[in-house]
Nanobody, 116 residues
C-alpha cells in the first residue's frame, strides 16, 4: 500500500505561482512513477506531469515551460512548481503513484483556482 497526501493548493491570480507537494508513505520502494493529474468540473482527469524513479519527466503540452515536477527521495516528497498560472489551470490536482505490481494510487486531491 502507498499513501499520498497533497498540500499547497489555493487561490491565485492569473500570472501567479503555486507550489504543490505530495508526501508519500508506505511501500515507497515499489513506486516506479509519480506524478500529477488534474480534473476540472465536467471534464476527465488529465495527466499534468510525471516523473520516474530515474528522474525522467514528462509534461502535458499545456503546461510545458510553466510547470516543473521534482522529487526529493530523502524526504519521500514530490512537488509541482506552477508558474504563469492561467484560469484554465483551475482544477482539482491529484498526486499519483504507480508501483511495479501494476497498481495505481491517488491522493485525495487539492483545489487550485486561478482567477482572471
Amino acid at each position: 500500500q502507498v499513501q499520498l497526501v497533497e498540500s499547497g493548493g489555493g487561490l491565485v491570480q492569473a500570472g501567479g505561482s503555486l507550489r504543490l507537494s505530495c508526501a508519500a508513505s508506505g511501500s515507497i520502494s515499489r513506486i516506479t512513477t509519480m506524478g500529477w493529474y488534474r480534473q476540472a468540473p465536467g471534464k476527465q482527469r488529465d495527466m499534468v506531469a510525471l516523473i520516474t524513479s530515474g528522474g525522467s519527466t514528462n509534461y502535458a503540452d499545456t503546461v510545458k515551460g510553466r510547470f516543473t515536477i521534482s522529487k526529493d527521495n530523502a524526504k519521500n516528497t514530490m512537488t509541482l512548481q506552477m508558474n504563469s498560472l492561467k484560469p484554465e489551470d483551475t482544477a482539482v490536482y491529484y498526486c499519483y503513484a504507480f508501483v511495479w505490481t501494476g497498481v495505481n494510487y491517488w491522493g485525495q486531491g487539492t483545489q487550485v483556482t486561478v482567477s482572471s
